[in-house]
């Protein structure tokens, strides 16, 4: 209901709802205050999250996902300096990796959905090669036709110590793409999101990553519907990273 209730505001007044989005955060999150869950990313206790229709657990206060707060978890193990690329981040994410001291951090965004430093087509990187120690691509490969040829060219910025995080939204299934669906109206339909051009299963994008010369480690994840910092209750991050021969 609070995602229907925002959508609407946004399209109605789109900048009155960018402007006052901390004040109506503020707003929401005292509804939610309480000791149970912590958001790790903008650190607010929580007597729940927002529970999503989807199975998404919302934090009121930083409007994060489950998924997101792994990430975070992920990143900030991270102690060695990295340049680091970010591919469509959320805003809080941004935020909080902004401050990390051994970041190099730079945003992206083809799109412009997102606040971003750059623009970059994901099929068509304009950085020099191995530019990169540390790629954040999360929920962007469902949406480009040209797949391989993006996984080429993260291959090709990444430095060769380096690791790229990889998210999809992943069938338990069979593999869901056929090109000839392409309305917003049919890829609502059958991808469950207008702008999604397929559904993986983690084996096909696993193969597609090798291919183009990738080694893919899988974490999985399980956990409780208590959990703490309202991780997603199963969840499957790649990291790959070159192959070298
Ligand atoms: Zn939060």
Redo the contacts with the bound molecule.
Sequence with gaps: MYESLKSVIKKLFPNLLYAHEDTLRKVLTWKYRGNLHK?N??E?NLSSFINRENGDQL?P??G?VGRTRRLFSLLSEVSEYKRVLHFSPPK?LKKRLQSFDNFDYKTTDYENEFEADYRYDITNIMCPDNQFDLIICYHVLEHIIKDIQAMTELYRVLDDEGQVYIQTPFSNGELMEDYSISSREDRLLHYGQADHVRIYTAEVLINRLRQVGFEVEILEYVESTENNHGYKLQEQVLVARKKLS
């Design positions: 958001c990313i903008c607010t934090c206060r930083c994060s809080a």
